[in-house]
């Protein structure tokens, strides 16, 4: 739990003291983050945003949790907004840090959309 709270109140950058450890140190059950999640569909809409060229994480992972939380009933809107240009493949992580800082603002918009009461968009 003192990951989580000492977590919550950071930024990014601040994360990455963290990104040497493993999930599974940090759960209760003793499995990773990766092995559990989107195991379980959310009860409440979810905004999933995934750059299509990450190169950490393939994003054939995330159209199949959104495939399963959609089947398990979870409004998720999946717009594909990112397309970030795979640059530096070999350093495995430029794509997914500049796809992060472009959804940043489509996250905040799509936030704002829900707290104004305007519908869900279906994509």
């Not at 994360?15 to 559990?36: A, K, M, P, V």
């Not at 707290?115 to 279906?122: A, H, I, M, V, Y």
Request: aromatic share 8%; glycine share 8%; hydrophobic share 40%.
């Amino acid at each position: 739990m003192d990951f989580l709270h000492t977590t919550a109140r950071q930024c990014n950058l601040s994360n990455y003291l963290y990104g040497l450890r493993w999930s599974r140190e940090f759960t209760n059950n003793g499995l990773s983050i990766i092995d559990t999640l989107g195991s379980e569909s959310p009860a409440d809409p979810v905004l999933v945003l995934q750059n299509v060229n990450d190169d950490v994480v393939p994003s054939a992972l995330t159209d199949q949790m959104v495939e399963n939380w959609r089947a398990g009933g979870t409004p998720v809107d999946y717009p594909h907004a990112i397309d970030t240009a795979p640059l530096l493949p070999e350093l495995g992580i430029v794509a997914h840090s500049l796809g992060a800082a472009n959804a940043i603002p489509v996250g905040a918009t799509w936030l704002a959309d829900r707290f104004d009461g305007k519908p869900l968009p279906t994509r």
